[in-house]
């Protein structure tokens, strides 16, 4: 191993941003490709369909979102399709009713252009009607599109296969919690969501270091969590008998690609009517050594510091402390209990 090798791999603590590179050393250990977030037929070359009615959601203050616009009424009219209808969030409406006024206006396609937080409310308006969406991901995560395997690097290629792509239908998960205060939310996510350390972290990220760093943002907040109690859980998949746990987090994976190449979920796509819950139980530095290693790697490890469970439904009860939860990055609060269940194939997305 070189030298910088081992200087990358010797700086990697915990996952999730919990350590200072865990997902850099992830690029040096991992030795197979990633297994699709979905199931990948043999697809046709991308040429325009027939017409579509299109509307843009977007994000305005996201870098490169004038750019991303410009490239969709482009391509629309070289397609010789009609202007886009265009429709920007705000800090009050952060894309629901922008997209349903694009569904009352006949849009058949929507394309959601902006992170991670304009995707899910894009992804969760679509759910279970017959429009689809198209992703041009301008995030620092960009969950949905590294899933999906989309170019999310290349505006102009998740342009055209927005525009021009091939509908595949993939699952959401439906989530239903108790916040602290006694009042119950319902929320839908793409990719994951959990309650503990990694809702912890992504409060606690700095948005002014976010927009300078990028993913790197989430190891300052991760450091500054790393150590602190655990909490008692008890955990019900599906109809089994509850089990309890002390967690640093739970999760509740869709599909299981994060930043920089590591994969947390141990097989679940987006296309196959499950979900995995996701116990994290580290405890000491050692502990989260463990666990990166674990995952990183792919390998089970002689600490029990992770735990896989998979299912169609979760419910999860914190016994004594409700804890902060997160689904796709956005906050939704400090929750008691949530439930979790899949909802197979209600949203149509554009894949390449």
Known sequence: MTRPSRLLA???????????????????????????????????????????????????????????????????????WEEPRVYETTVEDPGAGQVRAALAAGCELVLAMGGDGTVRQAAAQLADTEAILGIIPLGTGNLLARNLELPFTDPAGCVQIALHGHPHRIDLIGIRAKLAEGEEVRQRFTVMGGAGFDAQIMTDTRDRLKARLGWIAYVEAGMRNLV?????????????????????????????????????????????????????????????????????????????????????????????????????????GEVRAFTAEVQPGVLRVQTA
């Open 10 to 80: 010797a700086a990697g603590l915990a996952v999730f941003g919990g350590a200072a590179a865990a997902s850099i050393t992830a690029a040096w250990l991992r030795s197979s490709p990633l297994p699709p977030a979905i199931a990948a037929p043999d697809r046709p070359p991308l040429t325009p369909g027939p017409p579509r009615r299109v509307g843009v959601v977007v994000n305005p203050v996201k870098h490169g979102a004038g750019e991303a616009l410009d490239a969709v009424r482009s391509s629309l009219r070289r397609a010789g």
């Open 228 to 332: 602190a109690r655990r909490h008692s859980v008890s955990i019900t998949v599906d109809d089994a008998a509850p089990v309890r746990r002390k967690t640093r987090s739970v999760i509740v994976a869709n599909t299981g690609d994060l930043t920089a190449g590591i994969r947390l979920a141990e097989a679940s796509r987006l296309d196959d009517a499950r979900l995995e819950t996701i116990v994290l139980t580290p405890r000491s530095l050692l502990d989260w050594a463990a666990l990166t290693w674990q995952v990183i790697s792919r390998r089970r490890g002689l600490l029990p510091v992770i735990e896989h469970l998979h299912g169609r439904r979760v419910h999860v009860d914190f016994l004594h402390h409700p804890q902060p939860m997160e689904v796709d990055g956005d906050y939704v």
